[in-house]
């Protein structure tokens, strides 16, 4: 903006009005109606700009502005800190302005008159630059007018005392001429006044009505920020319906900044008492739009409504109905904590306000009594919202909210204690059982909440960095906790004892102690603790019960903590005890490789296998030699008198911890040759056993031996990559190709099963959190695969059956299919290339032979449609294409650059078809001089040699129905590598439940030379290298 003086003589020039030029005095005749069609825009092709030129007495002002005004940024706009400090000082200098001339010279009739039309017809443009820069100082210009206006009340409201103090006195006292002077200021402030509230009346009008519908957000929030100024600043002119309409239409905006200027304008009107009066009438108009926000989808939003909820609960007690109350209490179970935090302060600000009175008698107790009276009423109040609400179970949540607000009530721990240790006084009824029950959660929350903090699952918006002040607190905290607990934790287990669901929550306590207390190592207090957690022990084996027991031992047995000795002792005496019950219950169970059992000893063995496969989870129990103890079970596994799935279940359970704690110990037990070969012997066993029990007739014993073998052999996978070459390590297993073949098929069947299954499956007739339980329980089958395909256990041409189901169940497996991808594009970018387009070929050979066979369309056969879009899928996964490369060069050799279409090339004769025929011509001479499978990429990471006797095949445009036809195969050069794929084709294994069938084409997993023979053939099949 340019500015040059309008004339440089010593006398003033008649008034002219030249094209092109707005004097003042046209802005303020009224009769002059045409001064917007007077304001002609003019443009200069040589700067590309547009302009306008203001006559603003006595300066000639120049505004000019960029051609294309929508493409480009203006200062009110421009992020960082530039953009900031432009609002800032533009806001002060409107401020700074008001605040010189408010004795004089808004007061002249022209200054302030050339402003406001200036800003009025400005604010009104189609330019948005000048609508939002004139708009933002128009409104805060009337802010600056207000603060004026309140000025000149003050000063009439004072000059009126002082008048009245004048009319009192005597008439001695009294004086004429200054009574006089003094009425003669209140006029002359009041005129004053009424010329402010005027200014602003115009600019409300001109500005504010046309600009808080304006279609750019960020105008409608600078009105409505300021309007809510206004009413607070300078109520007796705007506090009242006419104005505080527009705040509640704006609550209904579809942009989200702008209600939250509206709920922030709120809470400073409801948060003065004395304007409540003149709020009435919204209240009772917009209340229910207010509760409604609560649920907003913008998170700041509801949080700034409940918290203006929570103002005018505390300001007013007859707002809010019982069912409000009820509706907005619920929200201590929501997901965002500022939002569960809010509603915490409003739910426990409830509590104190209906919390019991005092007894009759509360002058005759001492102030100890009457403290825990109030907590007692507190507490019962407390626990009868929770009983109330049947919303949700879980008292982490509600502890949580309530920390901030409530924190000194749920950490007196001695107060909480006491009432559950000691019996009710006469004069009171005390907690039921179920009270009780629910009470020990808060207790045990509040302990979780003081040491680890408010970081919950489920739960975001927690702060994730704490403090030195809070680290601070939090110490102090687990201290007094530790101290306390550690001695009355042994009472309350004995006194709850009888409720397996309390003492599971109790022993939960003792995994947050400190290990740096000097009350831990106080052995009266430890060695009473283990005895009751071993009473416990001796008296429920719920699952619950269990997991607490062995997690608390864990904690106890640390080596930082000062107990561990006795904790250590503890343990193993009680592992000790239940590995001789069930050495003495399996050698009468077992007699002729048949389990003999009877039911009641049945019963003790499985309770004996639930409290080892608890602690065997947690602590590395290799010492009792749990697996020779164990795997003769699932040697008779099938016998006519074999053990009962629930048996199995746990065996797999104890067997699948031995081996995973096995190999992660390798560094420190494996001293030796002969203790590397023991192991994986074990392992071998191990897979042999559970790739028997993946034919169970019980479903739960096939996932468990799926998910076991998944387990270890990740989990030998990776003690392979971490091992270190100088010390004794894991050797080298391979799996046989029977069981790769039976996993494989194994997730096909049982993760698989989708929308075309559910009207023949019992699923659908399951309530919705079954059938997520169902489709949870899915997503572990297959995530459990899909880790032996990234870590090279299986060979990553067996991805290739999982990514035909990636559209179809995308949904439900998109995000695990999509990382494997990912993952094996990061191992080998070449090989997940030809993964893909195994992938595409399997449907399409699926698709011809159903087409050729012209029968019944069978449900895993996709069409043509959808093959086309998996593709598509699958190029999208790329990204960047020229990082992939080597990718795309292999799908296009692999797919429809193939030898046989050399003889279509001759026909394309045209010059725009040349950079296509020159490119085949490169792809096909660069497939014959190498071995298209067997090339290595060359940012192929170093990884585990091939463990899978498959062989890798070349994948030619062949006319043949197959898959894919064996041409070459390419194998290690170890002894005993005699496989024959041409001799495997013509066997079939007929036993084996898991070999690929022939229907339907959809389950068809022909992998070339692996359908597999007897059991014995496949042992001499396996290639096993010893590192």
């Known amino acids: 903006m340019n500015e040059k003086p309008a004339h440089t003589g010593s006398t003033l020039p008649p008034p002219v009005s030249l094209s092109g030029l707005v004097t003042a005095e046209m802005c303020q005749n009224k009769e002059d109606s045409d001064v917007m069609s007077k304001m002609v825009e003019e443009l200069d092709e040589v700067s590309g700009l547009q302009y306008k030129k203001f006559l603003a007495f006595p300066w000639i002002l120049t505004v000019t502005w960029p051609m294309d005004t929508d493409s480009v940024e203006y200062p009110l706009t421009q992020a960082g800190p530039y953009g900031r400090w432009f609002h800032s000082e533009f806001c002060d200098f409107i ?167 509206c709920v922030l304008g709120l809470q400073g009107l409801y948060g003065d008492p004395v304007l409540h009066p003149k709020l009435d009438l919204f209240t009772s108009r917009f209340k229910d739009r207010m509760i409604s926000m609560t649920l907003d989808k913008d998170n700041e939003v509801a949080v700034q409504t409940m918290k203006l909820l929570l103002i005018i609960s505390k300001t007013s007690d007859d707002v809010l109905s019982p069912e409000d109350y009820k509706q907005l209490l619920q929200f201590v179970y929501a997901s965002q904590r500022p939002l569960a935090v809010t509603a915490g302060e409003l739910l426990y600000s409830r509590l104190l306000n209906t ?74 009824q005390g907690f039921t059982h179920e009270e009780k029950a629910v009470l020990v959660e808060i207790l045990v929350a509040s302990v979780r909440q003081a040491a680890e903090g408010p970081v919950l699952a489920g739960r975001s918006g927690a702060k994730k960095v704490m403090s030195a002040r809070e680290k601070k607190i939090q110490i102090d905290d687990c201290t007094k906790l530790t101290e306390h607990l550690i001695v009355v934790l042994p009472d309350l287990l004995s006194k709850f004892s009888d409720s397996p669901d309390v003492v599971a929550s109790l022993m939960r306590i003792p995994q947050f102690f400190i290990p740096q207390c000097p009350k831990a190592g106080n052995t009266q207090a430890v060695s009473d603790l283990l005895a009751e957690i071993g009473a416990v022990l001796g008296r429920h084996s719920g699952p619950a019960v269990l997991e607490a027991a062995a997690r608390t031992y864990l904690s106890l047995c640390g080596e930082e903590t000062s107990c561990c000795s006795a904790a250590h002792a503890a343990r193993d005496s009680v592992v000790q005890s239940w590995a001789d019950r069930l050495t003495a219950l399996l050698q009468d169970a077992l007699k002729a490789d048949t389990f003999t059992a009877d039911k009641e000893h049945t019963g003790d063995i499985l309770l004996t296998l639930k409290k080892l496969r608890a602690f065997h989870n947690c602590h590395d129990l290799s010492r009792w030699n749990l697996f020779e103890l164990l795997s003769p079970l699932l040697s ?210 699926r698709l011809k032979r159903e087409q050729e066979s012209g029968g019944r369309a069978h449900p895993g056969v996709q069409t043509f449609t959808s093959i086309k879009e998996l593709a598509r899928r699958f190029a999208l996964t790329f990204g960047d294409l020229v990082k992939f490369r080597e990718c795309v060069v292999v799908i296009h050799r692999f797919s429809y650059l193939q030898k046989h279409t050399a003889e279509h090339v001759t026909d394309l004769r045209e010059e725009r078809w040349q950079p296509l025929i020159h490119y085949r011509a490169s792809l096909l001479a660069a497939g014959e001089g190498e071995d298209a499978v067997s090339n290595v990429s060359s940012d192929r990471r170093p990884h585990m040699p091939n463990r899978s006797p498959f062989y890798k095949q070349k994948l030619e445009g062949s006319k043949s129905p197959g898959l894919f036809t064996p041409t070459h195969s390419k194998v290690s050069k170890v002894q005993r590598s005699n496989f024959s794929p041409s001799r495997q084709e013509k066997t079939t294994d007929a036993a084996d439940p898991f070999s690929v069938p022939v229907e339907p084409p959809a389950k068809r997993l022909n992998m070339g030379g692996s359908d597999g023979g007897t059991s014995n053939e496949v042992e001499n099949d396996t290639v096993e290298v010893e590192l």
């Open 636 to 845: 008779v596994e099938g016998s006519e008198r074999g053990p009962p799935p629930e048996v199995l279940l746990e065996v797999l359970q104890c067997l699948c911890y031995s081996m995973i704690w096995s190999l992660n110990t390798s560094g420190e037990s494996l001293s030796s040759r002969d203790k590397a070969v023991a192991q994986r012997l074990q392992l071998r066993l191990f897979c042999e056993r559970s790739h028997h029990c993946l034919s169970h007739s019980e479903p739960s014993v096939r996932q468990q031996a799926f998910l076991g073998v998944c387990d270890v052999l990740t989990a030998h996978s990776y003690q392979l990559q971490v091992w270190s070459p100088t010390s004794f390590g894991p050797l080298l297993y391979t799996t046989s190709p029977k069981l790769q073949r039976a996993l494989l098929t194994f997730i096909c069947q049982h993760a698989f099963v989708g929308s075309e299954c559910d009207s023949r499956s019992s699923v659908s007739e399951n309530s919705e959190a079954e059938k997520l339980e169902d489709l949870h329980r899915r997503r572990n089958l297959l995530a459990a695969f899909c880790k032996l395909i990234m870590h090279g256990v299986l060979e990553m041409s067996m991805a290739a059956e999982v990514y035909t189901y990636y559209m179809k169940y995308y949904n439900d497996f998109g995000d695990i299919i999509k990382e494997t991808m990912y993952r094996t594009r990061q191992t080998d970018k070449i090989e997940s290339a030809r993964t893909l387009v195994l992938c595409l070929q399997q449907l399409f050979v």
């Open 95 to 261: 401020s700074v302005l008001v605040a010189q001339c408010q004795h004089s010279v808004i007061f002249d009739c022209y200054l302030m008159n050339a402003i406001i039309s200036l800003l009025t017809e400005l604010s009104d443009s189609f330019v948005r630059a000048f609508r939002h820069t004139c708009t933002l100082a128009a409104v805060k210009l009337l802010s600056s007018l207000a603060g004026v206006a309140l000025s000149l009340s003050v000063g009439i409201e004072n000059s009126q005392k002082l008048f009245q103090v004048q009319k009192t006195k005597t008439l001695r006292q009294k004086s004429t001429l200054q009574q006089e002077r003094i009425q003669k200021k209140i006029t002359e402030l009041q005129e004053k006044r009424t010329e402010i509230e005027s200014m602003m009346d115009i600019i409300f009008k001109g500005v504010f009505l046309k600009r808080h519908r304006d279609v750019l957000p960020e105008i409608r929030s600078i009105c409505l920020e300021e309007l809510g100024l206004w009413m607070k600043l300078y109520s007796s002119s705007f506090l009242n319906d006419s104005y505080l309409k527009y705040m509640g239409w704006m609550l209904h905006d579809k942009v989200p900044d702008v209600r939250l200027k």
């Open 355 to 428: 919390a019991a009175p005092a007894s009759e008698t509360q002058d005759e107790i001492n102030d100890d009594e009457a403290q825990k009276q109030d907590m007692f009423s507190t507490l019962k109040a407390l626990l009868q919202f929770f009983k109330e609400s049947q919303l949700h179970k879980h008292v982490v949540y509600l502890v949580d909210s309530l920390w901030d607000c409530g924190g000194a009530l749920l950490k007196d721990w001695p107060a909480l204690t006491s009432l559950l240790l000691q019996d009710p006084p006469s004069h009171r």
